[in-house]
């Protein structure tokens, strides 16, 4: 269900185990993802969202890899907030990358627009009725490349929890 953005007419291909596109666009191609990634991920915050890309041109500089989330809640220009995270980019090329990018305001999300971090309130908000989200994998170093993506995953926290329990002395 995976679909691209800003590639021109280029379609998903169904690989083995990953999806791929050609970039034939000027513009930084996304992948989108399907509604399954999408609604209340609220209990995603802190968590993290991962996955992996393939290049298959070097170097993959000075491109800017990026992770976009937009929520339902408007932002004060009467627009939905969209948070921006920027990983690195990828240094091997015919190779799966891995990329974690935690799902909490210290993981630095910008707020796209407005050039400042998000805050806790802002995050939970766009996790807590996510619209649309995007892996931004577009390389601006080569046209007609190929890139790929595999192994996206959202996961919750880890969350230990412990549980003291005693009586009193003497009691049963």
Do not use: C
Not at 57 to 70: D, G, I, K, N, Q
Not at 133 to 139: G, T, Y
Request: charged share 20%; hydrophobic share 45%; proline share 9%.
């Amino acid at each position: 269900g995976w679909t691209v953005a800003d590639n021109g007419a280029e379609p998903v291909v169904p690989m083995a185990d990953h999806i791929a596109t050609t970039d034939a666009d000027p513009a930084d191609l996304a992948f989108v993802a399907p509604p399954a990634f999408l609604g209340n991920l609220s209990l995603a915050y802190r968590g993290s969202l991962s996955f992996e890309l393939l290049p298959t041109v070097r170097p993959f500089h000075p491109s800017r890899p990026a992770v976009e989330l937009t929520g339902s809640d408007l932002g004060p220009m009467g627009t939905p907030i969209i948070l921006r995270k920027e990983i690195p980019a990828p240094w091997t090329y015919f190779e799966f990358s891995q990329h974690t990018v935690e799902l909490g305001e210290s993981a630095g999300w910008q707020v796209l627009g407005e050039a400042r971090d998000a805050t806790a309130q802002e995050v939970r908000a766009v996790l807590a009725n996510l619209l649309d989200l995007r892996i931004i994998a577009d390389s601006a170093t080569a046209t007609d490349e190929s890139i790929g993506l595999r192994s996206v995953r959202i996961d919750r926290p880890t969350v230990r929890v412990v549980i003291a329990a005693g009586g009193l002395q003497g009691k049963p």
